[in-house]
């Protein structure tokens, strides 16, 4: 089961605008009235950081708020007490920047000062000690966190009394700390404790008070007391919007929390409109995009999505979220463990279990050494990795996991949490794989009671219940019980999910299979459709559980003595990708002729040929992906090189074949339902010289498995002769298919309006690519309706095209793209070989074009040996990680310049004074890790 962030931000966020660093300034006698002294003067300096902190500048404040530290140290000596408070000051500056190791330190060096100076019961101490906790727990290193946190409440509430701001404060910020450790019990009674002590001291409208109530309220959401939890955050909701407007990041931080309350009540409709909201709101808030609020609301967001049966958005956003967390705090930070638990999670739901398990062992051991053995984010995991288990039919060791997480869970939340319910569900449908069917029951009856306790009778938990039960009574020969049980399920994932949603496929397959089993073939073969229906439009026609209902409607056809049908569905069956495996489909045009048997060879074809090929991504492939993202390497412009996919591993499965463009647009359309990242996109692949049908099929496949490309892959495959000493054959051949490309692409952008047609070409594919392009450029087409039909990024690999005549096509065809990039690299072997009669290639020459983006990739080459067994370095730009981190940046935004979307890419002047970019190591993130692990 997916568990979400517990969504208290707004805590921290209130601190930060009306706490510590205003008050130290304040303590200095300053009121941040800007004052008409000379810019350097030290009370004019502080004031002019106040103001800028208080804009949310920190950026700008951390220079000045330095030049003050460096002032007073000269001029009072380094271990003033002053001194001591500007240095916390800029601590606190390097926290709003998310500098969380430089402003541990600052705040180290505060505490020392000030202990020294002042004695260690002293207020000004206690702020650094509230300070330093708080920075602790946005680390995630609670048990260092509590010592500060506790220490700063035993200080200010003796002296301050109960009522006072501060003292609030400390119990606000040890409530949050116990609750992030999952013990509300502990944290309760400091929650009310702060709210009565508000509403005492300042009323039951103050903003405060509906900070206290929102974190309350969300507590009592993870502890299951909802009709609680409404009444806070509502009330909380009012007083934030009062206070600070509707679009404030307070507000979002309660709508975010409303809307984490609706998923446990089944609400998803409602959770999504305010999630998305609440994205809205800390995006347009924050000045920095990489910011825990913004990676909180993704995270978020992405659960919803998962709950309504939305998988592709889900990973989307999950991805989003966890590029930004291990960006700001590492690989160790609770909520990035999180997240990748929950992607993994979210895989094992898509039925890609080798990713799933990947990731989840990988949060799990992560999890242990942070947290320790008994946190409830380690039975969150154990608990997911139990029903990745179980779905493999690996029972015992599910029984183990789960029996684990089940005692963590009850000894954190007590017996009737509904998490409780959850372990005791699946540890119910465990004992039911094993055949012992007593235990399975009491499991499921003890789980029933908990959720309609909790949930009332309409919650999906409720229904899951219900299913399971039902499964037990048909055991038991107790089939009309059985059917009411199913039925009620159904109704309820309808009423709450809708009727388009994956649980509600497996609820009309078990209830169609119960009929299957009563010989009441009509209405299960209904019930069955629709099923089916439902799993291929949401998880793929390749999906485990679609093979799931298929079987079910193969015996129901056996049944009936449809024969033939029966056989279709068998054949599909044969179809299905072995476990762990991966089919990327892809829709391919040619000009190669084919042979009686099917086969495109190298002999030039007058037509063209179009259809659609499957690929096959084997294990240990699908595995390496899914560790990459495991390791921190997920994001490709962090992977070192080598991790990529091995385009000669893949399989061509099946090939079918199109006879019209418009068949063969109508089927890449349909593919595009599920996609999104690259939503209604496709990219167009033309491969290079020395290449057959079947390797050109397998480059395009690499392409779009390793740049997630969720599109229509298209590739064009032209007939090379596959042979080394082919060369010239080839150039002719590429020479010929101009026209045929050029015909392919006009009917391409007719029959897919609203696509984005981007296109990718390598080596001598230029040859093809480039050349049609100038001529579809050089047609007599409108000014409106080039515009409206302009075709999306080119981007030339390593290309085989002359240097002027590619300064020319570029000229030709820019008018008709929204940009064109060339990939460099002046190692490229296998172009070099050109150079030598003189005519010299654009793709292994570094130099500034006006009409293109040139990338010099040289000091990507891995040296001579190993340049040798992987292809004289003519295929840089699929073997390096980076460069697909490019492309894929450069297909989603069209970034310009190129510094600002891959900033290892730096400009330099070409000799002709045009500007180019080149890898610069010094900036790259993998070499920073390669660097560090090596200290």
């Not at 057959?692 to 969720?710: C, G, P, Y």
């Amino acid at each position: 089961m997916l568990r979400i962030y517990e969504a208290s931000r707004s805590d921290d966020m209130w601190r930060y605008t009306c706490t510590l660093l205003i008050t130290l300034i304040c303590g200095q006698g300053f009121t941040g009235t800007v004052r008409s002294q000379s810019a350097s003067d030290p009370k004019d300096l502080q004031a002019k950081v106040m103001n800028l902190y208080r804009e949310g500048k920190c950026a700008e404040a951390l220079p000045i708020a330095e030049q003050l530290v460096e002032i007073h140290k000269k001029k009072l000596g380094p271990t003033h007490r002053k001194v001591a408070t500007l240095l916390g000051n800029l601590a606190q500056i390097h926290h709003c920047l998310q500098q969380y190791t430089e402003a541990e330190t600052l705040f180290k060096r505060s505490l020392a000062i000030r202990e020294a100076a002042l004695g260690s019961e002293d207020l000004r101490v206690a702020d650094i000690h509230s300070s330093l906790g708080v920075l602790y727990r946005q680390m995630g290193n609670y048990s260092q966190s509590a010592p500060h946190l506790v220490r700063a409440l035993e200080i200010r509430e003796p002296q301050l009394g109960q009522s006072h701001s501060k003292t609030i404060a400390s119990l606000s910020d040890l409530a949050l700390l116990f609750k992030k450790e999952g013990r509300y019990q502990d944290a309760e009674p400091l929650y009310q404790r702060a709210i009565s002590n508000t509403e005492n001291a300042l009323g039951i409208d103050n903003p405060n008070l509906g900070q206290l109530e929102n974190n309350l309220g969300e507590m009592y959401r993870l502890m299951g007391r909802y009709r609680e939890a409404q009444n806070l955050l509502e009330h909380s909701l009012q007083i934030v919007e009062k206070t600070y407007g509707s679009d404030h990041v307070n507000v979002g931080a309660v709508l975010n929390n409303l809307a984490l309350l609706h998923v446990e009540r089944g609400d998803y409709d409602a959770a999504l409109d305010l999630q998305k909201r609440d994205l809205n709101i800390v995006e347009n808030a924050r000045t920095s995009k990489d910011n825990p609020d913004v990676a909180n609301a993704l995270n978020n967001l992405a659960y919803v999505y998962t709950l309504s049966g939305r998988y592709a958005e889900a990973e989307v956003s999950y991805k989003r979220s966890l590029k930004m967390l291990e960006k700001l705090f590492g690989t160790k930070h609770p909520d990035v463990i999180v997240t990748l638990e929950n992607l993994g999670s979210l895989f094992e739901k898509q039925g890609r279990y080798v990713e799933a398990e990947a990731l989840l062992k990988l949060s799990l051991d992560t999890a242990k050494k942070a947290l320790g053995p008994d946190h409830p984010i380690v039975a969150d995991i154990l608990s997911d990795l139990s029903v990745l288990y179980l779905n493999e039919q690996q029972n015992a060791q599910s029984a183990k996991l789960e029996q684990r997480a089940l005692d963590i869970r009850e000894r954190s939340f007590g017996p009737e949490h509904p998490k409780v319910a959850t372990s005791l569900n699946n540890l119910g449908a465990i004992y039911e794989f094993q055949g012992r069917h007593h235990k399975a029951k009491k499991s499921y009856q003890r789980s029933l009671s908990i959720r309609m306790a909790k949930f009332g009778e309409h919650h999906p938990d409720v229904g899951q219940s219900l299913n399971n039960l039902a499964i037990l009574l048909m055991a038991e020969g107790r089939v009309a019980e059985a059917i009411g049980y199913f039925k009620r399920n159904v109704t309820v994932i309808e009423n709450s999910k809708g009727f388009e949603h994956p649980e509600l496929a497996t609820a009309l397959n078990n209830l169609g299979s119960l009929y299957l089993r009563l010989s009441r073939f009509d209405k299960a073969e209904n019930l069955l459709k629709r099923s089916l229906m439902i799993r291929e439009q949401e998880l793929g026609s390749d999906h485990p559980n679609v093979a799931i209902v298929l079987e079910s409607l193969a015996d129901l056809y056996k049944s009936l003595e449809h024969f033939a049908d029966e056989e279709e569905i068998r054949k599909r069956l044969a179809q299905m990708p072995p476990k762990g495996s991966r089919h990327v489909p892809l829709y391919f045009a040619t000009n190669r002729r084919s042979d009686h048997d099917g086969i495109y060879g190298h002999q030039i074809s007058k037509g063209l040929s179009m259809g659609q090929v499957v690929m096959q991504v084997p294990v240990d492939m699908v595995r390496n992906r899914a560790e990459r993202i495991g390791q921190n390497l997920g994001q490709l412009e962090k992977a070192k090189t080598g991790k990529l996919t091995k385009a000669e591993t893949l399989e061509l499965v099946r090939t079918e074949s199109f006879h019209t463009i418009d068949k063969f647009s109508q089927f890449a359309k349909s593919s595009q339902h599920r996609a999104a990242i690259f939503k209604n996109q496709a990219l167009v692949f033309v491969h290079g010289y020395n290449t057959n049908f079947e390797d050109a099929m397998k480059r395009a496949s690499q392409v779009a498995f390793d740049l997630d490309f969720d599109g229509i892959l298209i590739p064009f495959t032209w007939p090379s002769q596959n042979s080394i000493t082919g060369y010239l054959t080839d150039r002719e051949m590429a020479e010929k298919s101009v026209e045929p490309f050029l015909a392919f692409l006009n009917n391409l952008t007719r029959t897919l309006p609203g696509v984005k047609i981007h296109l990718l070409a390598h080596s001598m594919g230029n040859q093809v690519l480039l050349p049609a392009l100038c001529k579809k450029a050089s047609g007599k087409v409108k000014d409106q309706d080039l515009q409206k039909n302009k075709l999306g990024q080119v981007i030339a690999a390593h290309a085989d095209v002359g240097l002027e005549l590619f300064r020319k096509l570029a000229k030709c065809v820019s008018p008709i793209v929204s940009g064109l990039t060339l990939y460099v690299n002046e190692n490229d072997a296998a172009l070099r070989v050109r150079c030598l009669g003189g005519t010299c290639r654009a793709g292994n020459s570094a130099r500034g074009y006006v009409h293109a983006d040139v990338i010099d990739t040289t000091a990507m080459s891995e040296g001579f040996l190993r340049s040798y067994m992987k292809g004289f370095d003519h295929d840089v730009f699929v073997r390096n990680p980076l460069l697909f981190g490019d492309i894929t940046r450069l297909l989603i935004t069209g970034q310009r310049p190129v510094d600002k979307r891959t900033p290892e890419f730096r400009p330099r002047k070409g000799r002709n004074g045009a500007i180019y970019w080149a890898y610069d190591k010094s900036e790259d993130p993998a070499a920073k890790i390669v660097a560090s692990s090596q200290n």
